[in-house]
Structure formats: C-alpha cells, structure tokens
C-alpha cells in the first residue's frame, strides 16, 4: 500500500503496453500520462486525458465501455485521483461493465505538484497505515480485484488479471519519480477528441 | 410537473440513449419511466462531476447522452463539466432541475434561485428556463438546436421543493 512504494512506474506501464491488444482503449492520466507518452508513439485509441479534470478518467472510461461494450478499455489512474473520485468506484461495479479495467497506480503522493503526501497514503496519515484501494474496490463490488507491489509478479500474473472478469480493479504500488512534472498536452485538446471519437466509432465492434 | 411517461418519451424521441443521472425530488420521480424505456440506459452516479465524463465517454463512443442532475449538482460539476465542454467542446446537452423556483415553502431563502442562472451563463452555456408543461415542446427544439450546432445546451426545470 502507500507508503512502500517498490516499482518503477515506467515499468509497470510497459507491462500494460506488452498485453494491450489491437482495439483496446488506452486512458491515461497524471503521471502514466507523462510516463506513457514517452514509450513511443501513441495509438488512435490511446486518450491521453490531459487537460483533465482530476479524478475522472474512470469514469470517462466507464462512458467509452457502456457505449461500446465489445470493446475493452484501460484507463490509468493515479491514487491522488483516485481519491478524488471514490465514489467512480460505486458507479462502475452499479453498471458493472465487463470490458473494463481500471489500474490504479499508487505512489502515495501527489506527485505532479511537488511530491505531497495524499491523505490516503502512509505518510499521510498519524497511524502510518496508508488506504488499502484494492480492498476499497473488493467493498465496492468488483468481482476481479488485484494488488501488486513487485513488477516481476505484476508482469507474470498481468494476463491472466486483465482477463478477469470485468470490470477488473489493479492497484500498483510503484515509486514517485524524484522531480516529476506534470504532462505535457500532445497537442490540440479538440483536435484530439474528434480523432479519438472518430477512430473509436470507426472500429466499433 | 412532467411525468416520468412524458420525460421518457421525450427523451426517447430526441434520440437519447444513456440518462446519466444524479436525482433529486422531481426530477427523481423521472428515473424509473426512463429506465422502462426501450432503447435508452439510466446510469446512476454518485455525484454529479462524474455525470459528465461518464457522458463524454458515452459521446466519444457514438451514444448520445443526456446530463440530468438538480443545480445543486450543477453547482458541484464546475471542473468536470469545465473539461468536458470547454476543453474537448463536446456538445453534451443537460436538463437541470431548479430547485425552490416555484416555490420556496421548504427552503425559504433558497441561493439556489441567487446562482442557478449566473452559473450556467458562466460557464457559457445556452439555456432555456422551463416554467410550465406546456413549454415540453421549447425542451425539444433547444435539444434539436445545439445538437445541430454541434454545441452544448441546458435546460433549468422550474421545481418547488427541495
């Protein structure tokens, strides 16, 4: 949980990118925004939420997965944001979306701004217990809920989670970035919405 | 003022096919007709920011959402609904109950009736005040209006009680 972060973020990203398949929707956020742009170039299906409101790309997710259910769809998350909008996690197990999954990546500070403890992390509370998001998850009602705190077990049980049952909640402990700044736009914001409604309502399956 | 029937039908006809929805005490008596309702979805959210990227993503999807959530919701929605129509400009409509309205016999006072309108002229959306239900058919065409410009568009439902 918060607080003994033990992964590399980039690392743990790259593992979604090994098992993300053709047709996937692909939302980041934050940091996996920033971490995901520098992998490489991004797919037509990748919505790099930036500009964002903070806390909603589950629940922009959740949008794109009831609209196009044959479809599955990622969406990143930082514990900051998450945080921001618990209550996404009540909506999305209401609807209960198969194709769904959320990966929540926890590094226990808001890291954008300068590194400050969440309230929810480990550093952030008196009792130094940080937010336990998988079991937050498993109380809300999602039927596939995973934690991982060692990029070699998230690597080798990443398949067979992302093919749980959806909607499927993954919590990542990974590190902050020492000196992380916040991601830069990849351009034009309504540019980019109507090429990524375009090319998700053009391979509707 | 409107039954859940007439609400339903209405909607259905426009061509929605998710209600995103925070309810409140009129325009919750809606929910239960629309979710009857063959061909469109009610999703419920927990608050009312989420309205809006839930129905975003609906957008982005081919759906075709509709926001309904009370002004109290309208109040809370700013960055969300900021995003959704500012940045991206998705032309997501809302209809938006307007508590204490007609009356204010519960909430004597009510700054609903102080902010609703500044707020929604704020954040530059277009909207019409629904008074009476005759008025059903002025939802219709401001739906048809800002759907064709591509642009979003609201409308404030006139309600008494809180």
Known sequence: ?205 | MFSGEQVAALFADLGVTHVVTVPDSTIGKWGDAIARASDMHLVRVCREGEAWAVAAGLHFGGARPLVLIQCTGLFESGDSLRNVLHDWKLPIFSVIGYRSFLNQETLPGDTCLVFSEPVLDAWKIEYKLIRSESQIGTIREHYRACLAAGKPGAVLIAEGNA
């Open chain 1, 1 to 205: 949980m918060s607080g003994h972060a033990a992964m590399d973020p980039g690392g743990a990203l790259a593992v979604l990118r090994e098992h993300r398949a053709s047709g996937d929707v692909v939302i980041t956020s934050m940091g996996s925004a920033r971490e995901w742009m520098a992998m490489g170039p991004l797919d037509p299906l990748d919505f790099v939420f930036v500009p964002s409101s903070m806390g909603q790309a589950p629940s922009l997710a959740l949008g794109i997965a009831l609209a196009q259910p044959r479809r599955r769809v990622f969406a990143c998350n930082g514990d900051g944001s998450m945080l921001m909008n618990l209550g996404a996690l009540v909506t999305i197990s209401a609807q209960s979306p198969r194709n769904l999954v959320l990966i929540v990546f926890d590094n226990g500070v808001y890291e954008v701004t300068g590194a400050q403890p969440t309230p929810g992390s480990a550093l952030g509370r008196p009792d130094r217990r940080g937010v336990d998001f998988a079991e937050i998850a498993r109380a809300c009602g999602w039927p596939s809920v995973f934690y991982f705190d060692e990029l070699d077990e998230w690597r080798d049980a990443a398949s067979e989670a992302i093919a749980s049952p959806g909607p499927v909640f993954i919590a990542l402990d990974v590190a902050p970035v020492p000196g992380a700044v916040g991601p830069k736009s990849p351009g034009p914001t309504v540019e980019r919405a109507r090429k990524f409604s375009e090319a998700l309502r053009q391979t509707n399956r």
